[in-house]
């Protein structure tokens, strides 16, 4: 078991810290030092690093500490016990110095520049910047160029503390990415999470951190909307998927959707309908048909029908989905077509004719 540490040379800095790379880890030794390295060789001073391990029982620490000797402003802390990813997450922040977090996965990269990039932007002072990502196989290589919104929707800032603002960029959005699912696209003012900090009411639903950013819309809420992707983020990595697979995952994204709807946006039935509807965006119907495909238990079958129809699925759709995923030899062929296509390159390619 690793022991709680930090950097303490971290202490001795004079130059003030503008962005903290916020990284909660969990037996990732692998994975981890490719991602400092990508972070470490476009640092400056002004930027640091803070990872919170939740007790990871391989060599993490030692990983981290060697490079906690090439570059000064990394502090790294491991708890006793697990925690959960929420409150890692949310102890990242705590113990960051910047004025900005940047939330990053740890085993995802920066691509060259991204800080550069990052560090300009923060300047303009807004509450939260949303840049796009780059998903790629497990070793790295890219397969599709990600949008949260839109293609339409070049760099732009959204008030979304205006309701009417809020409708406008979720119909504008093809992803749950566009409502902080992905965290490694995300970079937030300190200052304000600090107002909301930790949602204990969403500890161990995976989406502590959304919900303490859709907070800022009941405030203050301009979000910067970055176009270009900045990360690169490792597919084919099934350590988060809950036990159960994808059925499971699904489960997970309409729960946690749908108690952050509850919460904010109760009062206002349109809005809490536009923001629900981005789901069947992030799932279309081939998803839903593979997922469905998986499901051999009535009452999961019903319970998972039930979700649909709350995020706004037509009823004829998820009736179709339902005999289409009956032929699970097929589905199964058509999932491994797409994987092989996913790796041959081929993917990629059609995404980017798709977005020009």
């Known amino acids: 078991m690793c022991l709680w540490v930090e950097n303490h040379n971290m202490g001795n800095s004079i130059v003030e810290i503008k962005l903290s790379i916020c990284i909660p880890t969990y037996n990732r030794s692998r994975f981890i030092g490719e991602t400092l390295e990508s972070i470490i060789s476009q640092a400056s001073d002004n930027v640091e690093i803070v990872i919170v391990d939740g007790a990871s029982t391989d060599n993490t620490a030692q990983v ?9 402003n990394l502090s790294y802390f491991c708890s006793e016990k697990n925690m959960g990813v929420d409150q890692d997450m949310a102890k990242t922040i705590e113990f960051a110095r910047g ?3 940047w939330m990053l996965s740890d ?6 520049g991204a800080i550069k990039t990052i560090l300009k932007e923060i300047e303009s002072g ?11 196989s497990l070793r790295m290589i890219p397969y599709r160029e990600m949008s949260w919104l839109s293609t339409k929707i070049k760099d732009r800032v959204f008030n979304l503390a205006d309701p009417e603002e809020f409708k406008t960029y979720c119909a504008n959005a093809n992803s749950i990415g566009a409502l902080f699912s992905y965290m490694s696209s995300i970079v937030l003012r300190r200052q304000e999470w600090k107002i909301t900090g930790f949602d204990q009411e969403f500890q161990a639903t995976a989406y502590a951190l959304a919900s303490s950013l859709i907070s800022f819309t009941k405030r203050k809420c301009r979000l910067k909307y970055l176009i270009n992707s900045l990360v690169l983020w490792r597919g084919d990595n099934e350590s988060f998927q809950p036990p159960g697979g994808l059925v499971k995952r699904f489960f997970l994204d309409f729960d946690g959707y749908l108690k952050l709807a509850d919460k904010y946006f109760k009062q206002d039935g349109d809005l809490r309908k536009s923001f629900l509807k981005v789901m069947t965006r992030e799932h279309p119907w081939y998803t839903i048909v593979h997922a469905v495909s998986l499901i051999d238990d009535q009452q999961l079958w019903l319970q998972f029908r039930n979700r649909l129809i709350a995020f706004g699925y037509s009823p004829v759709m998820i009736e179709l989905c339902r005999f289409f995923s009956r032929n699970k030899g097929l589905v199964a062929i058509a999932v491994l077509l797409k994987r092989k296509l996913i790796r041959s390159g081929i993917y990629l390619w059609l995404n980017k004719r798709k977005s020009k």
């Open 64 to 72: 981290v500490s060697w490079y906690q000797r090439k570059f000064k």
């Open 126 to 136: 807004h509450e939260i910047y949303l840049c796009n990502i780059t998903a790629c």
């Open 99 to 101: 004025q900005y977090c």
């Open 107 to 112: 085993d995802d990269l920066l691509k060259p």
